[in-house]
């Protein structure tokens, strides 16, 4: 918990715009049956029936289903900035160390990379070789790593390592790493890492700290 007693909330940016409406019970549609199966799996039928309109209405709006990718991705980008700015708010982390802020920060992480799992998967995918998906999935990481690392240099009396402007990014880019791995890629290895949710975002919060706080 924050020590502000505020919980951690993914956040949604208000679009009441009517001309939005049907757009967003398409998209609503779509990362409701994201949390049960695959982009691939997802046939525009289904997306078109959970919203209540029609597969041509669905082609009015979008020429193919990679062009809703797109849109459900600059969704998700507007809402992880808005919640990056309420949950990184100097404010709300007034009292709290490092180790403090990061035991709640990372947690919040994993469970928001669960929470769209598929979705963030299929945009993982086609980043790789799409290059303004991929430009847009950096942004979002530039800025709420980088809201993070200040967030983190502020306190930066607790770091031992010689030079913090270099240690912080690092280890959190480290930490982003290793939950791309584990949440985005599909290639997460159960045999290798037997270890709960709770235990890596342990082992996560251990690791940034160890390296951190290490003057070696």
């Known amino acids: ?86 949950v990184l708010r100097d404010a709300r982390w007034e009292n709290a160390g490092i180790r403090e802020i990061l035991e709640s920060i990372i947690p919040f992480l994993i469970e928001v990379l669960q929470s769209h799992e598929m979705l963030q998967r299929a945009v993982y ?22 809201r993070l690392s200040e967030l983190l240099l502020m306190r930066s009396s607790e770091i031992k390592h010689p030079d913090p402007n270099h240690a912080v990014p690092f280890a959190l880019v480290q930490a982003g790493a290793l939950m791309t791995e584990f949440y985005l890629t599909g290639m997460r290895d159960s045999t290798l890492l037997p270890s709960s949710d709770k235990k890596i975002a342990e082992e996560i919060v251990h690791s940034c700290c160890s390296y951190l706080f290490s003057d070696e």
């Open 1 to 86: 918990m924050a020590p502000s007693n505020t919980p951690l909330q993914w956040i949604r940016p208000p679009r009441q715009a009517r001309t939005q409406q049907s757009l967003e019970r398409l998209l609503d549609a779509a990362e409701t049956l994201l949390r049960d199966k695959s982009f691939e799996d997802v046939h525009v039928s289904e997306i078109a029936l959970r919203a209540d309109t029609s597969v041509a209405a669905f082609y009015r709006r979008f020429r193919d289903k990679n062009a809703l990718l797109y849109a459900l991705h600059e969704r998700f980008s507007d809402a992880a900035i808005a919640t990056a700015d309420e």
């Open 125 to 146: 995918r086609i980043a790789l070789s799409d290059e303004t998906m991929r430009e847009r999935s950096l942004r979002l990481r530039r800025y709420v790593l980088g």
